[in-house]
């Protein structure tokens, strides 16, 4: 062998010594460092703003628990989006709903921050490119589903909806009239003109409060999808996945992690649906028989300008909410407001301030005291809007309302957002 030729294979094996020595250091580093990953080093937006890889497959099924869900009205909404046709799909919520995001601690390594909303917006744009697609939020920060009923017609139903998410898990409570609530909101909605299909969402805060099981309770009842991300937030806590500062910063709203998790449960369930030939099918008309009973079936939300005024007292026409305009605000005194109202049942919208402001002011229906509402909201994030039921009977008939200030109130402010109404 030449010597020049022994000279150009030793430079050869030296140059290739060089770079196994280089790789053998980068492993080392990035076994002792690894980098910032998501859910074990597979987690990311990928494409489209939709999220993958945070949710394993024993998860979705924590997810989904429940068996014999009808997931036909949900599919035929994907065959008429297929087809390139005009497709309205609404979300009615809380806050989030609405979109209120909180800062985790792993929240700077994620390059997208988005909502479980955008998330299932995105899947419906990139998978059905050619449809007409409508997307209606109607989420309001802090409100529960006995408010949802009595809004729910003009801020949804009267857009025709194919499909309506309903998020009230968080926000309601279990007590027997906010489960009578969900139900006759679930129901209304089934029932409208457009029979649209639902999907139920189950969020819990980090502790592990929820409506899901009363909630759950009703779902079954129709057979429709249901979806936790409870469930699966507990499960990945438990598992070490993520810390609970990781997935909220507020113990609430989920972080930008968080709602990455709830899209890719959403995404991964439409994905599912979308994959199945289940065919077109008609309308499944709702069971006749109720968990709870009938009630709010011509629920309402009446601005104060629709109400009847006998006696304004220490309350003056205001705009303190963009939500629910034309407000009644007494700003001290005794309040003392008379007011006439028609139907069988009655209950109030009110803001409950942060400020200490807010007073106690109880609630009279004919003569009678039914209620004391709190507006006293000190030591809370925000103001937000409390709703009350003030009074229910069989009998649809006019009501006289009377509001006037507890001798022991602590405050002196209360404002009036709106009355609700069901005949």
Same mark, same amino acid.
């Given at each position: 062998?030449?010597?020049?030729?022994?000279?150009?294979?030793?430079?050869? !094996?030296?140059?290739?010594?060089?770079?196994? &020595?280089?790789?053998? @250091? *980068?492993?080392?580093?990035? #076994? +002792? /460092?690894?980098?910032?990953?998501?859910?074990?080093?597979?987690?990311?937006?990928?494409?489209?703003?939709?999220?993958?890889?945070?949710?394993?497959?024993?998860?979705?099924?924590?997810?989904?628990?429940?068996?014999?869900?009808?997931?036909?009205?949900?599919?035929?909404?994907?065959?008429?989006?297929?087809?390139?046709?005009?497709?309205?799909?609404?979300?009615?919520?809380?806050?989030?709903?609405?979109?209120?995001?909180?800062?985790?601690?792993?929240?700077?390594?994620?390059?997208?921050?988005?909502?479980?909303?955008?998330?299932?917006?995105?899947?419906?744009?990139?998978?059905?490119?050619?449809?007409?697609?409508?997307?209606?939020?109607?989420?309001?920060?802090?409100?529960?589903?006995?408010?949802?009923?009595?809004?729910?017609?003009?801020?949804? !139903?009267?857009?025709?909806?194919?499909?309506? &998410?309903?998020?009230? @898990? *968080?926000?309601?409570?279990? #007590? +027997? /009239?906010?489960?009578?609530?969900?139900?006759?909101?679930?129901?209304?909605?089934?029932?409208?003109?457009?029979?649209?299909?639902?999907?139920?969402?189950?969020?819990?805060?980090?502790?592990?409060?929820?409506?899901?099981?009363?909630?759950?309770?009703?779902?079954?009842?129709?057979?429709?999808?249901?979806?936790?991300?409870?469930?699966?937030?507990?499960?990945?806590?438990?598992?070490?996945?993520?810390?609970?500062?990781?997935?909220?910063?507020?113990?609430?709203?989920?972080?930008?992690?968080?709602?990455?998790?709830?899209?890719?449960?959403?995404?991964?369930?439409?994905?599912?649906?979308?994959?199945?030939?289940?065919?077109?099918?008609?309308?499944?008309?709702?069971?006749?028989?109720?968990?709870?009973?009938?009630?709010?079936?011509?629920?309402?939300?009446?601005?104060?300008?629709?109400?009847?005024?006998?006696?304004?007292?220490?309350?003056?026409?205001?705009?303190?909410?963009?939500?629910?305009?034309?407000?009644?605000?007494?700003?001290?005194?005794?309040?003392?407001?008379?007011?006439?109202?028609?139907?069988?049942?009655?209950?109030?919208?009110?803001?409950?301030?942060?400020?200490?402001?807010?007073?106690?002011?109880?609630?009279?229906?004919?003569?009678?005291?039914?209620?004391?509402?709190?507006?006293?909201?000190?030591?809370?994030?925000?103001?937000?809007?409390?709703?009350?039921?003030?009074?229910?009977?069989?009998?649809?008939?006019?009501?006289?309302?009377?509001?006037?200030?507890?001798?022991?109130?602590?405050?002196?402010?209360?404002?009036?957002?709106?009355?609700?109404?069901?005949?």
């Amino acid at each position: 062998m030449s010597t020049k030729k022994f000279t150009k294979i030793r430079r050869q !094996l030296s140059w290739l010594c060089a770079v196994a &020595v280089l790789c053998t @250091a *980068v492993l080392h580093i990035l #076994t +002792a /460092y690894p980098a910032i990953v998501h859910a074990r080093g597979t987690g990311g937006i990928k494409g489209n703003n939709l999220p993958a890889g945070y949710v394993t497959e024993r998860q979705m099924k924590l997810a989904s628990l429940w068996a014999g869900t009808n997931e036909t009205p949900l599919y035929n909404v994907m065959r008429k989006a297929g087809i390139g046709q005009k497709v309205t799909i609404a979300f009615i919520g809380g806050s989030i709903t609405k979109g209120t995001m909180s800062q985790g601690t792993r929240d700077g390594s994620m390059n997208k921050k988005l909502t479980y909303v955008d998330y299932f917006t995105n899947w419906w744009y990139k998978t059905f490119p050619k449809a007409d697609l409508r997307f209606i939020n109607a989420g309001i920060s802090a409100t529960d589903s006995y408010l949802g009923v009595h809004r729910v017609q003009k801020d949804v !139903l009267d857009k025709k909806p194919d499909l309506v &998410v309903v998020e009230f @898990a *968080v926000n309601d409570k279990k #007590t +027997a /009239y906010h489960k009578q609530a969900y139900e006759n909101l679930i129901r209304k909605i089934m029932g409208s003109s457009s029979k649209p299909a639902v999907m139920l969402l189950f969020m819990a805060k980090l502790n592990g409060w929820s409506c899901q099981v009363q909630q759950a309770e009703i779902g079954r009842h129709y057979h429709l999808p249901m979806l936790s991300y409870g469930n699966v937030m507990k499960d990945m806590i438990n598992q070490n996945i993520y810390t609970m500062e990781e997935l909220s910063g507020d113990a609430i709203h989920p972080s930008a992690l968080g709602y990455a998790v709830v899209g890719e449960i959403l995404v991964r369930y439409l994905d599912r649906i979308a994959d199945m030939a289940l065919g077109q099918a008609a309308y499944n008309k709702e069971p006749n028989s109720y968990v709870t009973s009938k009630k709010y079936t011509s629920a309402k939300v009446l601005s104060c300008k629709d109400i009847n005024i006998r006696k304004m007292g220490t309350f003056e026409r205001s705009s303190k909410s963009q939500v629910f305009p034309n407000n009644l605000t007494s700003p001290s005194g005794n309040g003392d407001l008379t007011f006439t109202v028609t139907g069988k049942s009655i209950g109030l919208v009110f803001a409950q301030q942060i400020n200490g402001r807010g007073g106690q002011f109880d609630v009279y229906v004919d003569g009678k005291k039914t209620v004391t509402i709190d507006a006293d909201n000190s030591g809370g994030r925000h103001n937000k809007p409390g709703a009350v039921p003030c009074y229910s009977s069989n009998t649809k008939k006019t009501h006289t309302v009377r509001i006037v200030k507890n001798k022991k109130s602590k405050g002196n402010t209360l404002t009036i957002y709106a009355v609700l109404v069901s005949n």
